[in-house]
C-alpha cells in the first residue's frame, strides 16, 4: 500500500466530518456571544421565508407549502393591482405552476367527478 493510498481514506472521513458539521450547525450561542433575542429570530425566520419564496420560483413542485401559498399570495396580489398591468401575464404563469403543484401534490380533482 502507497502513502497516498493511506491517506485517502483519511481524507473522506475528514470531508465527511465537514459535511456533517454544515449540515448540522450549532443551534446556541458560541463562547463569548449573547443569545438571539425574538425580534432577531423573527427578523431571521421573515428573512428565510423570502428566500424561500424566491428560491422556488420554477421549483415549486419541491417547494413546501408554506412557501407554494405564500407565492400564490403573492401572485395574486400582484394580479389584484391595476397598476401592474405590464406583469400580469408573466404572473398568471407563476400562478399556474404553483396551481398545477399544489393539485398535483394533493390530488385534487378540478373536473368535478369524485
Known amino acids: 500500500m502507497t502513502t497516498k493510498q493511506h491517506k485517502l481514506p483519511q481524507a473522506a472521513a475528514a470531508a465527511h466530518t465537514l459535511d456533517a458539521a454544515a449540515a448540522h450547525p450549532r443551534t446556541g450561542p458560541q463562547s463569548g456571544e449573547q443569545a438571539m433575542t425574538a425580534a432577531r429570530r423573527q427578523h431571521a425566520y421573515r428573512l428565510r ?49 404553483v396551481l398545477r403543484a399544489l393539485v398535483t401534490r394533493y390530488g385534487i380533482n378540478l373536473t368535478g367527478e369524485s
Open 49 to 97: 421565508r423570502k428566500r424561500a419564496v424566491t428560491q422556488a420560483i420554477g421549483e415549486e413542485t419541491h417547494a413546501s407549502r408554506v412557501t407554494l401559498l405564500e407565492l400564490l399570495s403573492r401572485d395574486l396580489a400582484v394580479l389584484e393591482d391595476k397598476t401592474a398591468k405590464s406583469m400580469h401575464q408573466a404572473v398568471r404563469n407563476s400562478a399556474k405552476r
